[in-house]
Nanobody, 121 residues
Framework: QVQLVESGGGLVQAGGSLRLSCAAS????????MEWYRQAPGKQREWVAT???????GYADSVKGRFTISRDNAKNTVYLQMNSLKPEDTAVYYC???????????????WGQGTQVTVSS
């Protein structure tokens, strides 16, 4: 089985910074891409950022230039450095990891439990 454990959320003032972490553990043969999503109250979950196995990255326009996604392959961990935070960044942040768990199975997506980020004005 695969588990994703997120950490790093909290309450911060506008203009501040937070760093989220998401560590994958369990049966992992290969990690393909790793992503962050977020869901604000009353809104649909939206994509925030992606990092591939080759360290290519992509960002939603709303966070480009403020957020940075990175990964530590040795630790099976993905990070989201969030700077210049705005009240509209308030949401539950979820990591999603696409991986192959073992040679007998195809790749699939796994989701973290979510971590709350609240930005006060």
């Amino acid at each position: 089985q695969v588990q994703l454990v997120e950490s790093g959320g909290g309450l911060v003032q506008a203009g501040g910074s937070l760093r989220l972490s998401c560590a994958a553990s369990g049966s992992i043969l290969r990690i393909n891409y790793m992503e962050w999503y977020r869901q604000a109250p009353g809104k649909q979950r939206e994509w925030v950022a992606t990092i591939t196995s080759g360290d290519n990255t992509g960002y939603a326009d709303s966070v480009k230039g403020r957020f940075t996604i990175s990964r530590d392959n040795a630790k099976n961990t993905v990070y989201l450095q969030m700077n210049s935070l705005k009240p509209e960044d308030t949401a539950v942040y979820y990591c999603k990891v696409n991986l192959v768990p073992d040679p007998e199975n195809f790749m699939r997506d796994y989701w973290g439990q979510g971590t709350q980020v609240t930005v006060s004005s």
